[in-house]
């Protein structure tokens, strides 16, 4: 079994920053991609950022700029940095991961549960 574990959600002003964690554990081969996605109230949820093997990244064109993705490979984490947060980046994040748990498997996709992300005026 893989689990993904958001963490690091909160309330913050507009301008501030936050930093979002997710951690993958549980049976984990390799890792081929790990994202964040957003869901505000009444939207669909909608794409943030990703990070390939090797580091390759992209953002959202709403969040370059302020928004910075990382991952440390040898925990299996994923880190959001958000920066200079607008009202409208309010939302459920959540974290997937493409991933396969035993050596020659197929990848599949894995999602956490969410951490809530309020920005106020």
């Known amino acids: 079994q893989v689990q993904l574990v958001e963490s690091g959600g909160g309330l913050v002003q507009a301008g501030g920053s936050l930093r979002l964690s997710c951690a993958a554990s549980g049976s984990i081969f390799s890792i081929n991609a790990m994202c964040w996605y957003r869901q505000a109230p009444g939207k669909q949820r909608e794409f943030v950022a990703t990070i390939i093997n090797g580091g390759r990244t992209n953002y959202a064109d709403s969040v370059k700029g302020r928004f910075t993705i990382s991952r440390d490979n040898a925990k299996n984490w994923v880190y959001l940095q958000m920066n200079s947060l607008k009202v409208e980046d309010t939302a459920v994040y959540y974290c997937?991961?493409?991933?396969?748990?035993?050596?020659?498997?197929?990848?599949?996709?894995?999602w956490g549960q969410g951490t809530q992300v309020t920005v106020s005026s």
């Open positions: 997937n991961s493409v991933l396969q748990s035993h050596a020659g498997d197929y990848a599949a996709l894995y």
